[in-house]
């Protein structure tokens, strides 16, 4: 079994509002909400939040049995405290719904993971006339990278930022043809995980059939590439970049107002500029069932065969088989209960490490959880949870490990 575990010193980060791309945002968003006319009610455009969230976790870094991370041991305590603001605001046929959080996340024992969070997204759905629509909008997420697959006490800020525009032209009152352009981009602050920097493209087209009742089935081609740093060497590969193509059937079906399916799948193939020996191709797809048998009652359950980025050494992409289960039972008017279990299967692709190629490896994934959830006097809000997530390995690459926390919060809406 490999280990990718290291400790280091703490050290400190740069001042809260030091990312220029979060100060744009935060421009832009400001912008919107001055520009809206003054006979719009505040309450009905601004929502103001707050909260705060204890967490404990007894192996944070997610290592094996019987390993210390460091000399503060396995388990943490950490508070999050947080500021936010939503916006839902129509005008004309248009509608704006975005949102700003700040956050602050202080650890008990493993101080220099502290870190201030930032994230703000925005999305505009536009219509023009009766025949064409769409959305346009982006976000921007800076906050610390699971310890899932990359096990190191020292602090990982990964920052997220997507930008994506869609459109919707109906030429038939049962047809529709559509088409979508999105870029991700990923940047890590940790030196030994720069290799995993990437930018990410995807372009999708398709059609639709609409049914009177509300289902649709179509067909869509989509192209996606990813490009990583040439200069910068990590794991064991020097050059990751991709192409991978897509052919989905794509099917919503409202079988009745309480229950639907939704199904994506087809052929994916996956190709890599430079080691072609580790190129992919298969069936990929996800089925999704929401059921809800009575108006408190929910039920969400989903199954997924498809290739997903994968942030450890070794490889960058696994083939992920997995299946997730997730209820809501509004057991009062302000009380509810929410529980999730998910499994997952991850299959790697052949690792190179030096000119000798190794077969294929594996790990299993179980993760659950169980919160209860309870609202104060309209706009405070009070919940507790626990989880345990657990994983196992098929060869001897990989980490195995279980972990057990819980959280307590209070959110306030204003």
């Not at 809260?16 to 505040?42: E, I, K, N, R």
Request: glycine share 10%; with cysteine; proline share 4%.
């Amino acid at each position: 079994m490999s280990s990718n575990l290291r400790v280091i010193q703490p050290h400190r980060r740069p001042a809260f509002f030091s990312s220029s791309a979060w100060q744009a945002a935060l421009v832009v968003l400001c912008g919107s909400m001055c520009c809206a006319p003054a006979t719009a009610a505040l309450s009905d455009t601004l929502h103001p939040y707050a909260g705060v969230t204890y967490t404990t976790d007894d192996n944070l870094f997610r290592v094996p049995d019987g390993v210390e991370p460091g000399p503060e041991g396995r388990s943490d305590t950490m508070r999050q405290a947080m500021f936010g603001i939503q916006v839902d605001r129509p005008f004309g046929r248009q509608r704006l719904e975005a949102n700003v959080k700040l956050s602050k996340v202080d650890f008990n024992k493993y101080e220099q993971l502290n870190y201030s969070g930032k994230d703000a997204d925005a999305t505009l759905h536009w219509r023009i006339g009766n025949l064409l629509s769409g959305d346009l909008g982006g976000s921007y997420s800076e906050t610390l990278a699971p310890f899932n697959d990359f096990h190191s006490t020292e602090r990982n800020l990964r920052v997220h930022r997507n930008g994506f525009v869609s459109a919707a032209y109906l030429f038939h009152p049962s047809w529709q043809v559509r088409g979508t352009y999105v870029r991700d981009q990923f940047a890590y602050d940790l030196l030994s995980q720069k290799y995993l920097d990437r930018t990410e493209t995807s372009t999708e087209v398709g059609f639709d059939y609409l049914a009177a009742s509300g289902s649709t089935i179509g067909l869509l081609a989509r192209r996606s590439k990813g490009e990583y740093p040439d200069d910068v060497a990590g794991g064991f590969f020097t050059n990751e970049d991709y192409k991978q193509d897509a052919y989905r059937l794509k099917i919503l079906w409202l079988l009745s107002a309480q229950s639907r399916v939704e199904f994506q799948g087809g052929h994916t193939s996956r190709k890599h500029v430079v080691s072609g020996y580790r190129d992919a191709s298969g069936t990929n797809g996800r089925l999704t069932a929401t059921w809800s048998p009575r108006a408190a009652l929910k039920f969400v359950g989903s199954a997924w065969r498809e290739f997903t980025p994968y942030e450890g050494s070794l490889t960058s992409f696994s083939l992920n088989r997995g299946a997730s289960l997730r209820g809501t039972w509004a057991v009062l008017d302000r009380l509810s209960v929410d529980a999730q279990w998910s499994t997952i299967h991850r299959d790697f692709d052949t690792p190179r490490i030096g000119n000798v190629i190794y077969p294929g490896f594996g790990d299993n994934s179980r993760t659950g959880s169980v919160g209860v959830n309870y609202v104060f006097r309209d706009h405070i809000g009070l919940g507790a949870a626990f989880n345990r997530d657990t994983r196992s390995i098929d060869r001897r690459f990989g980490v195995p490990y279980r972990s057990n926390g819980g959280s307590v919060y209070v959110n306030l809406q204003f």
